[in-house]
């Protein structure tokens, strides 16, 4: 009897430890989320602005830059739907996720601030 009830309260303190597991990434998520929402919308912004800019350009300024616009504009678009997609498949492919989505978000955001500095 002893046995069934130090089990069960392995099995309570474990089930527990899930509940604050979870929550804890269920923070961390939506934090991770809405930070990465952040740099998206700002991508968007910023590449609506060089699209404005290159409206008024030049035809030669225009064909030089408006590719890579696109290009750019399409990694935004990708990463909006990766955020958006995301399933939680455990702490590892979590952590992978992370580094994964935070990489590439910022080489689009590089891109996006030295596109006009580009050397042809």
């Known amino acids: 009897e002893n046995k069934v009830e130090e089990a069960k309260e392995n099995v309570k303190k ?28 700002a991508n968007e912004k910023r590449i609506d602005e060089i699209k404005a800019e290159i409206k008024t350009a030049g035809a030669k300024f225009k064909a030089k830059y408006e590719k890579d616009v696109v290009a750019l504009e399409q ?10 997609e995301y399933k939680y ?32």
Request: without cysteine; charged residues 45%; proline residues 0%.
């Open 14 to 41: 474990a089930d527990q430890e899930l509940k604050d597991a979870q929550a804890q990434y269920e923070k961390e998520w939506q934090q991770f989320k809405s930070e990465a929402e952040l740099k998206i919308n």
């Open 75 to 84: 990694k935004n678009i990708e990463l909006k739907k990766k955020i958006s």
């Open 89 to 120: 498949e455990g702490k590892d492919k979590w952590e992978e996720f992370k580094q994964e989505f935070n990489k590439d978000i910022d080489i689009v955001g590089k891109a996006i601030k030295d596109i006009f500095t580009k050397k042809d």
